[in-house]
């Protein structure tokens, strides 16, 4: 077939758009393409330069196929849902208020120090948790972490 023999007017769904332009990206490059070399496409074909920029930063904030990066799934701990995961940062949360007035209520059984500087870690752990699922909230990862 020819590309005479294509109707070039056609309205392409998102999806076949897709599939469109990653069948043709396979055919010429093999298994992949330079993100620069997209980016420029993406503009010359008419996308904004806001709209590739702000794919671009989601891009690199993912990891391979869309994936959160390691530091979210390493702090999420494998926990698949928002539930799961707000209720291991509440755990954290507690853990580190439990050390903290262990430490200072009972310092004869907690020394002051090892206390508050468990409490400090597990706070840590909790602000690490918190930053993992606000990028899942923010990236609408959780929908796609089921399906992993």
């Given at each position: ?33 330079k ?36 530091w ?57 948790v ?19």
């Amino acid at each position: 077939m020819s590309s005479r023999d294509t109707n070039d007017e056609r309205w392409l769904s998102e999806s076949e758009a897709t599939d469109f332009l990653r069948r043709a990206s396979q055919l010429d490059t093999g298994d992949g393409v330079k993100l620069r070399h997209l980016r420029e496409a993406a503009v010359e074909s008419g996308l904004s330069l806001e709209a590739v920029d702000t794919a671009t930063r989601e891009i690199a904030s993912a990891g391979p196929d869309g994936a959160p990066p390691v530091w979210v799934r390493f702090n999420l701990a494998g926990i698949p849902n928002r539930a799961g995961a707000q209720f291991w940062y509440q755990l954290l949360c507690t853990a580190g208020l439990v050390s903290v007035a262990g430490a200072i209520l009972t310092p004869a059984v907690v020394p002051p120090a090892i206390g508050i500087a468990a409490g400090a870690w597990f706070f840590g752990c909790s602000a690490a948790v918190s930053s993992a699922i606000r990028w899942m909230d923010q990236h609408s990862a959780w929908t796609s972490a089921k399906r992993r």
